[in-house]
């Protein structure tokens, strides 16, 4: 079946604009996770979202960065007044949820450079 | 908070031969959840390996082994018969066993298979 798709595949963007990123999850998939790769870095935690519980934020560096996720399956990563230090590959993954699924099935990333 | 350390940056190996990546993390949980990811140039994480905490037995899938050891909370990840393909950016990751199921990533080591 298909995979985790993200969109746009790379992005550039002035300082001070708004972004969003797009990730269509594995369906079926109920648990949704947004990292972010910085250069020369690990994967970095932003959000997840399991089902119809309120998301765990506790990665999000700002308040500038915000996530949504529209009917159990598509989300939307938002970065607002871009700044050069948000450049970087964004990857979501998304997991099958429930006991037991802790693989985590990741998506060709979106690479964001603010210029 | 839970650490994931990746020692070598940066490590080459001949094609056919065998090479080890090392991993050390840092926890207080018992129940939990360690991975292998694979990152071609691609920018695709796939999963190499997983393994439970629970399980004294060392997970393997055909040329890829770990050497999983608890009470010193290591867990290197042995390549054998290294092939072309194996050419990427590996990472050692930590999950919980408990209810998110966020991940938590070394920086990675740059694995290169000569030819």
């Known amino acids: 079946g298909a995979g985790v798709s993200q969109s746009p595949s790379n992005k550039v963007t002035e300082k001070g604009k708004d972004v969003e990123l797009r990730c269509d999850p594995i369906?079926?998939?109920?648990?949704l996770y947004w990292y972010r790769q910085s250069l020369g870095q690990g994967l970095e935690f932003l959000i997840y979202?399991?089902?119809?519980?309120?998301?765990?934020k506790s990665g999000l560096p700002s308040d500038r960065f915000s996530a949504e996720r529209t009917g159990g399956s598509v989300s939307t990563l938002t970065i607002q007044r871009t700044q050069q230090e948000d450049s970087a590959v964004y990857l979501c993954?998304?997991?099958?949820?429930?006991?037991?699924?802790?693989?985590?099935?990741f998506g060709p990333g979106t690479r964001l450079t603010v210029t | 908070a839970q650490t994931v350390t990746q020692s070598q940056p940066e490590m080459s190996v001949q094609e056919a031969e065998t090479v080890t990546l090392s991993c050390t993390y840092d926890t207080s949980e018992n129940n939990y959840y360690l991975f292998w990811y694979k990152q071609p140039p691609s920018r695709q994480m796939i999963l190499v390996i997983r393994q439970e905490a629970y399980k004294q037995q060392n997970a393997t899938e055909n040329r890829f082994s770990v050497n999983f050891q608890k009470a010193a909370k290591s867990f290197s990840l042995k390549i054998s018969d290294s092939q072309l393909g194996d050419t990427a950016m590996y990472f050692c990751?930590?999950?919980?066993?408990?209810?998110?199921?966020?991940?938590?990533f070394g920086k990675g080591t740059l694995l290169t298979v000569n030819p």
């Open positions: 369906s079926g998939h109920t648990a």
């Open positions: 979202f399991q089902g119809n519980s309120a998301p765990d």
């Open positions: 990751a930590w999950g919980s066993g408990g209810s998110n199921y966020k991940l938590t």
């Open positions: 993954a998304s997991s099958p949820g429930g006991a037991g699924s802790y693989e985590q099935y």
